[in-house]
């Protein structure tokens, strides 16, 4: 029963269109007063000791990283470096675009960030090219997804913080299916452009890739810096993220000089914002998770599923249709904090390992960002292409398939998420 008002509480709240952070917060406040006696000295408690998580620092700086690296011309070496690489293969351009997203991704740890920095220079020059409009914003805004994949990764810290997993562990079980989902994209569009005879370009010469790599390099150092860091035991993820922010500063203002000294205050100032906005919902998700457990939803939700003989199968594709439809209102980040306290203690009671169930959780998430009707990326990508909602949904479509299709693979398959970590001996 009290589960049945907290979740009415949230959505009758999230539908009048109110953020997901204060929804929340209402939500709680409102079943804290109303239906429970839980002494409000050990609510304050909860809070501060659940946002006292020294992972959580990590956010704010690869959120400045990554904003450093936008601002600062990496994005636009990448895209020179995977043009020379892949531009002569068939959808060339598009190709450059998976390529150059899975790099980026690799350094920013946000897909929106990959979709801007990416789309905003490749899909002009694809358009020019000779591309439809339509295959160009496929490629981008599916590819964009890949920065919640290949870590860093910051919805990847979002589950840690939730369920107390190894960040480290999480970062290095991104890898192989990171590779993996970049190849499944880079195959449709490949073949798609194949299929319709999209234009090629000239192949690159040996000098031409070695000048672009050359250029392009300091930005491809950053993922040297953070998972070499990380694997030798040099630093932990969150002083990762600090390095991270540190070499962005260093490359975009010094090396490059992109960046100048004036435009910094203007990217500390939208890192700031995007770090508060970020906390207050892990604030106000810590407060949810601590009502759950109180109430004993996760052990009653477990107990009812045992009980009814619902074994690791049927778990996981219910999870999966879960997640998705959760997809269709919100964004990655909230549904980790609400979802993941509740479903983790039943992935642990069926014996599923929490490194894999992290990875399945953020793939879902990927395919969220790209289905209407609120794919954050569709929006994002929307703003660059020019193009509605509903044409966009129409020109995603045959990378969405595919990435639906890697999500039942990775949820099935967990040595693909687990294989790395437990060679690396982080599990």
């Excluded at 946002?51 to 704010?60: L, R, V």
């Excluded at 106000?284 to 004993?296: C, D, G, K």
């Excluded at 074994?311 to 979802?339: C, Q």
């Amino acid at each position: 029963m009290n589960a049945a008002i907290i979740f009415i509480l949230l959505m009758c709240l999230m539908l009048t269109g109110m953020p997901i952070s204060i929804s929340l917060g209402l939500t709680v406040l409102s079943f804290l007063f109303l239906f429970t006696q839980v002494p409000l000295e050990s609510v304050a408690l909860k809070l501060f000791t659940g946002i006292e998580k020294f992972e959580i620092m990590a956010i704010p700086f690869f959120i400045l990283a990554g904003n450093f690296l936008t601002h600062g011309g990496v994005a636009r070496r990448m895209i020179k470096f995977a043009t020379s690489m892949v531009g002569h293969w068939y959808g060339g351009l598009g190709l450059a675009g998976v390529l150059a997203c899975a790099l980026f991704a690799a350094v920013s740890g946000s897909s929106p960030a990959t979709v801007v920095a990416i789309g905003s220079i490749l899909m002009p020059a694809m358009l020019k090219a000779g591309f439809p409009n339509r295959f160009g914003a496929g490629v981008i805004t599916t590819s964009g997804a890949l920065g919640i994949l290949i870590p860093p990764s910051i919805v990847m810290v979002m589950y840690s913080v939730a369920t107390n997993t190894s960040v480290g562990a999480l970062f290095m079980a991104g890898v192989i299916p990171g590779i993996a989902l970049a190849c499944v994209l880079g195959g449709v569009t490949w073949y798609r452009a194949r299929k319709f005879d999209y234009p090629r370009m000239k192949k690159a010469t040996f000098g031409e890739r070695w000048t672009a790599f050359r250029e392009s390099v300091w930005g491809l150092l950053l993922i040297v810096v953070v998972m070499g860091g990380i694997y030798s035991g040099m630093f932990t993820p969150t002083e990762a993220a600090a390095m991270s922010a540190v070499y962005a500063f260093f490359v975009a203002v010094f090396v490059y000089k992109d960046l100048s000294m004036k435009d910094v205050a203007r990217v500390l100032l939208n890192s700031a914002n995007m770090s508060a906005m970020l906390l207050y919902i892990i604030t106000n998700a810590v407060l949810f998770s601590f009502i759950m457990t109180n109430e004993n939803i996760p052990q009653a939700l477990a107990d009812w599923m045992l009980g009814h003989g619902l074994g690791m199968i049927a778990f996981l594709l219910a999870v999966n249709i879960i997640l998705l439809l959760a997809g269709n209102f919100m964004e990655p980040s909230s549904i980790v904090l609400i979802f993941a306290p509740i479903l983790f203690p039943v992935a642990m009671k069926l014996g599923i390992d929490p490194v894999h169930f992290g990875i399945l959780m953020v793939v879902n998430m990927e395919v969220g960002m790209c289905h209407p009707p609120v794919g954050l990326n569709l929006y994002v990508a929307s703003g660059i292409t020019k193009m509605g909602i509903t044409e966009l949904t129409i020109a995603v479509w045959p990378w969405l398939l595919s990435m639906l299709a890697f999500l039942v693979v990775v949820t099935y398959v967990p040595i693909i998420s687990t294989w790395l970590p437990r060679t690396l001996g982080m599990m």
